[in-house]
């Protein structure tokens, strides 16, 4: 469904992704660990076209989308969770969603759309009203995921869901990705904590400054030494 | 009389936050402060001037000026400043630059134009003074509150009740992830510039048809007045520059009128944009980003 040839990116002279080839299928929960810093982040980003891709060459569904805008990724069907949440704070909770849905045109589609996400979490329809950025983080995140769920994506790009969450909110938050995973949206997961992100995944890969060290199932990662020694603490 | 200096100082505060307004829009999408938009401001006079000399019709001046105006604002943005922003690594310095330039330019080409001395704007509204007691309002004076009443409903209309105006304030917010979700920002920056500059040149004009007179430098005090406005209502606000606006144009007013003229008029605006930044450095309203 998704697939990066030989990616190369820069930033300015210093090349922080080398050479990285990775594959996401149709109906598979992919994850990309690391430490900070190693490019996940970078990764990602060039997925939804807001990071230059040098050298190397992005397909999905076997278009060429390397040169598309993300808006043009959003609209095949890429969504995108950033890290930090990045919730538009000064808009309210309906509104930050009414802009997931900014390129559908069909009005009523809009509000079954916006009415699903409020069955899904009943706590955003409390607060649709209410302005973005005075909810907990937890809900932000939530209204982040939901925010990219509004235009229907086939593949969600999600960087670092666990990130200044709490503890319970962590776990909510990757079973619900599992959920999504299980509804039949296809995911790609990058992801510092590589202990609860191996437990949902199908599949992973390890990458260190800039290179993909590592890859196979979930399973065989969290056999491997060098993901054992450096990421899972032992 | 307080009450008569009140009236007056608001209705300077309305022209000063129309002026500003242009700025604030643009510093919202864009993140430049646009000199520039004073240049608006001179043009704006200079065209309605012309357009009333020709038509008779101020309705007329107005409308026209400030579509020309903002449509003029339009091609600055695409052909001036997004080529500029586009260019990898600019510093933010050279787009302010940049728009000073396009200031200067503008006054000095008006100048050559029409020539360095003060026109007569010339104008007979259709309504007479109001004399309640002692207060008067003049003919003028009605002209800007049915102007800025009508603008700001306009502005506040188009930002919170279009899809255009909920992606100008998506963008404002997080330009990076509005892009994501489908927003052209080029359509969110025309949107600045077509109202920005049709605001700044409706100024222009009230303060041609108010003092009746015209002349090249007329922006020089303005340009930096705004950016007092711009800057105190929090960077990128609307409703801040409202109220910079008015704080301005009241305190300006109340102070020459109550301290006389040991302070100039046109340093009281800095004066109280040091004070009041000096207590709340993020200006009266701030935007709160979510990161």
Not at chain 1, 72 to 95: M, N, Q, T
Not at chain 2, 205 to 219: A, F, R
Request: include cysteine; proline fraction near 3%.
């Amino acid at each position: 469904m998704l697939k990066l040839q030989d990616a190369e990116i820069f930033y300015g002279q210093m090349e922080v992704i080398k050479k990285v080839s990775l594959e996401v299928k149709q109906g598979e929960l992919v994850s990309v660990i690391g430490a900070n810093g190693a490019g996940k982040s970078t990764l990602i980003k060039a997925m939804m076209g807001l990071v230059k891709i040098k050298h190397g060459k992005l397909f999905y569904e076997g278009e060429d989308i390397t040169d598309y805008p993300a808006w043009k990724r959003a609209e095949l069907g890429i969504g995108y969770v950033p890290e930090g949440r990045r919730i538009f704070g000064d808009l309210s909770v309906e509104e930050n969603l009414k802009m997931g849905a900014y390129k559908i045109k069909d009005k009523a589609q809009i509000k079954r759309n916006l009415e699903k996400a409020y069955d899904m979490f009943p706590k955003l329809s409390e607060r649709r009203n209410q302005l973005a950025r005075t909810m907990s983080g937890g809900e932000q995140q939530i209204l982040a995921i939901s925010r990219a769920l509004i235009l229907e994506p086939r593949l969600l790009l999600i960087d670092e869901v666990s990130m200044g969450l709490m503890p319970i909110m962590v776990n909510y938050c990757f079973s619900l990705i599992k959920e999504l995973n299980q509804q039949g949206i296809t995911v790609l997961v990058v992801e510092q904590n590589a202990n609860k992100v191996l437990k949902i995944a199908d599949r992973g890969y390890l990458i260190e400054t800039g290179q993909i060290m590592v890859e196979g199932t979930a399973e065989s990662l969290r056999q491997n030494d060098v993901v054992l020694k450096a990421y899972l603490g032992e | 009389m307080l009450l008569q200096q009140i009236i007056n100082g608001f209705m300077i505060g309305c022209v000063y936050a129309l002026t500003a307004m242009g700025g604030t829009l643009i510093y919202g999408i864009l993140r430049i402060l646009d000199i520039a938009n004073a240049a608006a401001y001179v043009v704006g006079a200079y065209l309605g001037w012309v357009i009333y000399a020709t038509t008779g019709n101020l309705a007329v001046a107005f409308f026209l000026s400030m579509a020309l105006t903002g449509a003029i604002g339009v091609l600055i943005q695409k052909f001036i400043y997004t080529p500029i922003l586009n260019k990898p690594n600019i510093i933010p310095i050279v787009p302010l630059i940049t728009s000073v330039g396009i200031f200067i330019f503008t006054g000095d080409f008006i100048r050559l134009l029409v020539g360095p001395e003060i026109k007569d704007f010339g104008v007979i509204l259709p309504f007479s003074v109001i004399k309640l007691g002692r207060i008067v309002i003049n003919p003028e004076w009605i002209l800007i509150i049915i102007m800025t009443a009508i603008l700001l409903s306009l502005l506040w209309f188009v930002l919170n009740k279009t899809k255009l105006g909920l992606a100008w304030r998506a963008t404002a917010g997080d330009s990076e992830i509005a892009e994501t979700m489908g927003v052209n920002i080029q359509k969110v920056m025309a949107l600045s510039y077509i109202m920005g500059y049709g605001f700044a040149s409706a100024a222009g004009m009230m303060i041609g048809v108010l003092y009746s007179s015209i002349y090249p430098t007329m922006g020089d005090i303005p340009s930096y007045k705004m950016l007092a406005i711009i800057v105190l209502g929090g960077l990128g606000n609307p409703i801040g520059t409202i109220a910079a606006g008015l704080v301005i144009g009241l305190s300006e007013t109340l102070i020459s009128a109550y301290v006389g003229s040991v302070i100039p008029r046109d340093a009281i605006a800095f004066l109280v944009l040091i004070t009041i930044l000096l207590v709340k450095p993020t200006g009266l309203i701030s935007r709160k980003n979510s990161i």
